[in-house]
């Protein structure tokens, strides 16, 4: 039996053992958060940090821990040089509307189902068994084989840049298998900030604006917001009812309005999507802020926060009214996707999340929008910036990873990829992002009801133990 066959049965030996292993991580719900004590990123994202790390130190692999703040296992090699694989263990919020546990971890209609089981839990452990198959099976790699843990990939990318800044040695190539095959040779750049509009005061009384709230990240599509509204007149709702009974039955909005006491809460559903494909999800935020816009608030600040929103954002995904509707041959369009609004009284807030060409800039894009937000007397706060990544299709390792692909699947017809979304593939030099989605498959990623199928983590597997054969074995 070739080695690569016998790495294949004991990936399948360890089946049971690798759905147990995915379901226990899966069962700690580790959204990043602003933690302390030696826990960066909170109680729950340390937990499954820690449980990982026990896991590879109980299979014989060495660990490093930077601190809480990300770490890695390695699989030592003969020879100097490092092949890294490069995942993350937290999660986005899981949001509302799922039809089973977000975090039960339980297999059902042959998946295994929770937060984190595509982005990117279950393509880590799908690694990590292929690894631990390789070593089981006796193969000794010439480079070391690095699995690096990122703790808060979801948000800001500290603890990805602390591990940097502590490790020493960086990897010479690699993949982190959080994206889509065949493989991710260059991604857009990235840009999040807050939009800010301070409000005037009101005077008089009239309909007033109290709250609006929607969306949990920047990166996602969000599928919730409200807001609620007060007539210090005393009129009534009767017409804002009315309006959201015309609405409904002319564009299908799934929006609804109940009294609060003396207030008004009209709330929108919308459809959850990665922020880098909003066109596959339905951004409540935008929704609502039509409504909005549709009625007489007592506040002219407010009016003209909703007409801003409603003439320059609105449902475009691509930021032409913005200012920064750029685009190249190679990436395609830009991508504009609110994630998340806060308003009161006195302040508006959205949280925009750009993906810009690879051949455009971060002040390119930055310079069209504040040509827009300065008409509206509208702030920015610069939160995160990624610089866009472009590697060579025709690079050894773009072209070993799409033969390995190839040989898995069958499939001859798709070529490199460039995306909007963003890896740790950017964060290290020569790695790409290597699956874990096949082509023609949902994208499952940042939507309520994620899950994997068992066959494809098994699959995934071998894939992934083929991947680190060849890029850290001995040249012939």
């Known amino acids: 039996?070739?080695?690569?066959?016998?790495?294949?049965?004991?990936i399948e030996e360890n089946r049971t053992e690798m759905l147990a292993?995915?379901?226990?991580?899966?069962?700690?719900?580790?959204v990043a958060v602003k933690g302390k004590g030696?826990?960066?990123?909170?109680?729950?994202?340390?937990?499954?940090?820690r449980t990982m790390l026990k896991m590879a130190e109980d299979d014989g692999f060495h660990t490093f821990d930077a601190d809480g703040y990300g770490g890695h296992i390695?699989?030592?090699?003969?020879?100097?040089?490092?092949?890294?694989?490069?995942?993350?263990?937290?999660?986005?919020?899981?949001?509302?509307?799922w039809d089973f546990d977000p975090y039960g971890g339980e297999i059902a209609d042959?998946?295994?189902?929770g937060r984190g089981a595509m982005d990117d839990k279950g393509p880590v452990i799908a690694s990590y068994y292929g690894m631990k198959a390789l070593k089981e099976c006796g193969f000794e790699p010439a480079e070391t084989v690095?699995?690096?843990?990122?703790?808060?990939?979801?948000?800001?990318?500290?603890?990805?840049?602390y591990y940097i800044e502590r490790v020493g040695d960086l990897p010479d190539c690699g993949f982190t298998p959080d994206g889509d095959f065949p493989v991710i040779r260059a991604e857009m750049g990235i840009l999040i900030f807050d939009m800010i509009?301070?409000?005037?005061?009101?005077?008089?009384?009239?309909?007033?604006?109290?709250?609006?709230?929607?969306?949990?990240?920047?990166n996602s599509v969000p599928d919730f917001a409200k807001a609620v509204v007060s007539d210090t007149a005393g009129g009534g709702y009767e017409s804002i009812r009315e309006m959201i009974a015309a609405c409904r039955e002319e564009y299908g909005w799934k929006i609804s309005g109940r009294g609060i006491g003396k207030s008004f809460e009209i709330s929108v559903r919308g459809k959850s999507a990665h922020g880098a494909k909003p066109e596959q999800g339905v951004n409540a935020i935008s929704i609502l802020?039509?409504?909005?816009?549709?009625?007489?608030f007592l506040n002219d600040g407010v009016a003209e926060f909703a007409d801003f929103y409603n003439s320059r954002i609105g449902f475009d995904l691509h930021g032409e009214n913005m200012g920064c509707g750029f685009s190249d041959e190679v990436s395609g369009r830009l991508i504009f996707n609110v994630g998340k609004i806060e308003a009161d009284r006195e302040t508006a807030k959205l949280t925009v999340n750009i993906r810009y060409p690879v051949t455009s800039g971060e002040e390119q894009v930055y310079s069209g929008v504040m040509g827009v937000l300065d008409a509206y007397g509208i702030g920015i706060v610069k939160e995160r910036t990624q610089p866009p990544i472009n590697i060579d299709a025709d690079s050894r390792l773009v072209s070993k990873l799409m033969e390995i692909y190839r040989k898995h699947t069958g499939d001859s017809e798709s070529g490199p990829l460039v995306i909007g979304g963003g890896t740790y593939a950017r964060a290290l030099e020569n790695v790409v992002a290597f699956g874990a989605r096949f082509p023609g498959e949902p994208e499952l990623g940042h939507r309520k009801n994620e899950k994997i199928s068992v066959n494809n983590l098994v699959r995934l597997s071998k894939i992934y133990a083929e991947a680190i054969y060849e890029l850290a074995k001995a040249e012939d």
């Open 1 to 10: 039996m070739e080695f690569l066959e016998q790495v294949y049965s004991r």
């Open 197 to 218: 509009k301070k409000l005037p005061a009101s005077r008089g009384k009239g309909l007033e604006l109290s709250s609006v709230k929607g969306g949990t990240a920047a």
């Open 146 to 161: 690095r699995m690096i843990l990122g703790l808060d990939e979801e948000t800001n990318w500290e603890g990805m840049d």
């Open 110 to 113: 042959g998946f295994l189902r």
């Open 38 to 49: 030696g826990k960066p990123f909170g109680q729950e994202v340390d937990e499954v940090y």
């Open 289 to 296: 802020m039509d409504f909005l816009g549709r009625l007489n």
């Open 21 to 30: 292993s995915l379901s226990k991580l899966i069962s700690i719900p580790s």
């Open 74 to 97: 390695d699989y030592e090699g003969t020879e100097d040089g490092i092949v890294a694989v490069v995942g993350h263990l937290d999660v986005v919020p899981e949001g509302d509307g």
